[in-house]
């Protein structure tokens, strides 16, 4: 399958992206991996007349601390993210994430700022952003609020299928990820045999203090259009007794209420439970 023409232009900093997206009129998209954009337009499903390439920008690649939490360029590939040590200690989450997504080949070309601006309902990181309470830091054209910049917290940027809180003219330059606290986490996967997507992954984050839970981040994704943090898994969480009882009796709750994802391969009784056994088996690994 071969897409339809366009123009390939390669911006040298977020600034010259930011014009060049203001330039095209809407007609742009940019190009990180291309490991989500490029299948699209292969299929025709998107058209876009011109593709900005922001996969070279040094300012979007980094990965470094921040306070004691860590900053995660855009343009870091989910290879370098899953092997990095500073994101391992500091965001284990994101890390474990980053390590199951699709093979070798995606995670060396595929970015995390395309995974998160792309929104695919079974993408691997979203679900481990909001348990991580991560912000995703946002450049657009300067006219827009706060001279250009601003900072979306996870809760916030997932909105639906394939549709985020990003505007027009806005690039996805870094997510960061606060101080854990010490919390156990774990992110568990249920992948589709053929594309290695998630039909269900849910991620945890459990603060305890004598065993019992003072804090507890439960979300789900793959199962629903938009990933979510799990609301009534988390109070049945927070106070109890960390045993395999309330552990148990928590994880029955998972996406109770929610209206689930259909499809050939997994309705959404089976999403239903598939999310029940994930948030299980991820709060039983952060607890154990
Ligand atoms: C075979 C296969 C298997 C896969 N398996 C998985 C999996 O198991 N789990 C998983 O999570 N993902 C999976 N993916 C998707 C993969 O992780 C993609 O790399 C990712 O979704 C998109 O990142 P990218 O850098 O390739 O973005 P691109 O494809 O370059 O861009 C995707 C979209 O985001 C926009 N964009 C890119 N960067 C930015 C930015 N900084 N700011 C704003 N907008 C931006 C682009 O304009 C485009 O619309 C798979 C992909 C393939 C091809």
Redesign the pocket.
């Given at each position: 399958m071969i897409p339809a023409t366009f123009t390939y232009r390669r911006a040298a900093s977020v600034d010259e992206a930011l014009r060049m997206l203001a330039d095209s009129g809407g007609d742009a998209?940019?190009?990180?991996?291309?490991?989500?954009?490029?299948?699209?337009m292969k299929l025709r499903l998107?058209r876009p007349g011109t593709m900005i390439d922001?996969?070279r920008i040094d300012e979007?690649a980094a990965i470094e601390e921040s306070g004691s939490g860590v900053r995660i360029g855009?343009?870091a590939?989910?290879d370098r993210i899953a092997s990095c040590d500073l994101v391992g200690t500091r965001a284990p989450l994101v890390a474990a994430?980053a390590g199951?997504?699709?093979?070798v080949?995606?995670?060396n070309?595929?970015?995390?700022?395309?995974?998160v601006?792309?929104a695919?309902p079974?993408?691997?990181?979203p679900a481990a952003l909001l348990a991580s309470d991560a912000v995703i830091h946002?450049r657009g054209p300067a006219s827009s609020g706060g001279g250009g910049s601003r900072q979306i917290a996870a809760a916030d940027f997932f909105v639906d299928l394939y549709t985020t809180a990003?505007e027009d003219g806005?690039?996805?330059?870094a997510v960061e990820v606060p101080d854990q606290g010490g919390a156990g986490s774990s992110y568990q996967k249920f992948?589709?045999p053929a594309?290695?997507?998630?039909v269900c992954g849910a991620a945890v984050s459990v603060a305890t203090d004598g065993g019992r839970c003072t804090r507890a981040r439960v979300a789900l994704n793959g199962v629903a259009a938009a990933a979510f943090r799990d609301s009534g898994v988390e109070a049945a969480l927070e106070g109890a007794t960390l045993d395999a009882g309330a552990v148990q009796a928590a994880a029955a709750k998972a996406a109770d209420g929610r209206e689930l994802l259909s499809d050939l391969f997994a309705d959404e009784d089976y999403r239903r439970h598939l999310a029940k056994v994930f948030v299980r088996r991820a709060l039983t690994a952060a607890t154990g």
């Open positions: 998209r940019l190009l990180a991996g291309g490991h989500s954009l490029l299948p699209a998107d922001i996969s979007l855009a343009a590939t989910h994430a199951v997504i699709g093979d080949q995606v995670r070309k595929g970015t995390i700022g395309g995974s601006a792309h695919d079974a993408a691997d990181y946002v990003l806005e690039i996805v330059t992948p589709h594309s290695r997507f998630a």
